[in-house]
T-cell receptor
Framework: NAGVTQTPKFQVLKTGQSMTLQCAQD?????MYWYRQDPGMGLRLIYY???????DKGEVPNGYNVSRLNKREFSLRLESAAPSQTSVYFC???????????FGSGTRLTVV | SQQGEEDPQALSIQEGENATMNCSYK?????LQWYRQNSGRGLVHLIL?????REKHSGRLRVTLDTSKKSSSLLITASRAADTASYFC???????????FGTGTSLTVIP
């Protein structure tokens, strides 16, 4: 099925560990995004990539890095995980900037 | 900081009734979108409305936009149990490229 695929679906990390969340889309979309969703906070934009080769910070970029590996893939890296990064992470893509997003099913991350 | 604020935070209705959710925002926009999220799932795009549009329809969904009041509403007519979900508005803060989400309205449709 066409769409946005995120891996892993669940992850538990210890404080200070690092990990990379993977995201791939097969719709030939130009723009990709990483959001985190916390109870009562809605979704907050971490980083986005308007097109292949570009990345920009969103609202809450601290503690994260991203890589737009190619047009299909956009990864999110936590270099030194903290309990405050416990959240559900969503990747999304859009054909053009300003267009509707297609979301992945999310990665539920717990940092202990 | 959140751009959109949905109201009410929670809404419970009987199947067959209409559900109305509102979204207010603070800065000017190019586009506003509405999304649905079923429990434990990703968000699904419902409707995009541009700042020069006042109303859009999609099936049982009707979205209005009043840029002078910086507000939008989502109306779901003849609701079904399957409409039970959280609904979010998202605005682009006039950037045209990334969207900022509100905290959502939790809708429960009772069969």
């Amino acid at each position: 099925n066409a769409g946005v695929t995120q891996t892993p679906k669940f992850q538990v990390l210890k404080t200070g560990q690092s990990m990379t969340l993977q995201c791939a889309q097969d719709m030939n979309h130009n723009s990709m995004y990483w959001y985190r969703q916390d109870p009562g906070m809605g979704l907050r934009l971490i980083y986005y990539s308007a097109s292949e080769g570009t990345t920009d910070k969103g609202e809450v970029p601290n503690g994260y890095n991203v890589s737009r590996l190619n047009k299909r893939e956009f990864s999110l890296r936590l270099e030194s995980a903290a309990p405050s990064q416990t959240s559900v992470y969503f990747c999304a893509s859009s054909e053009v900037q300003g267009g509707g997003y297609t979301f992945g099913s999310g990665t539920r991350l717990t940092v202990v | 900081s959140q751009q959109g604020e949905e109201d009410p935070q929670a809404l419970s209705i009987q199947e067959g009734e209409n559900a109305t959710m509102n979204c207010s925002y603070k800065t000017s926009i190019n586009n506003l979108q509405w999304y649905r999220q079923n429990s434990g799932r990703g968000l699904v795009h419902l409707i995009l409305i541009r700042s020069n549009e006042r109303e859009k329809h999609s099936g049982r969904l009707r979205v209005t936009l009043d840029t002078s009041k910086k507000s939008s509403s989502l109306l779901i007519t003849a609701s079904r149990a399957a409409d039970t979900a959280s609904y979010f508005c998202a605005t682009d803060r006039n950037t045209g490229n990334q969207f900022y989400f509100g905290t959502g309205t939790s809708l429960t449709v009772i069969p």
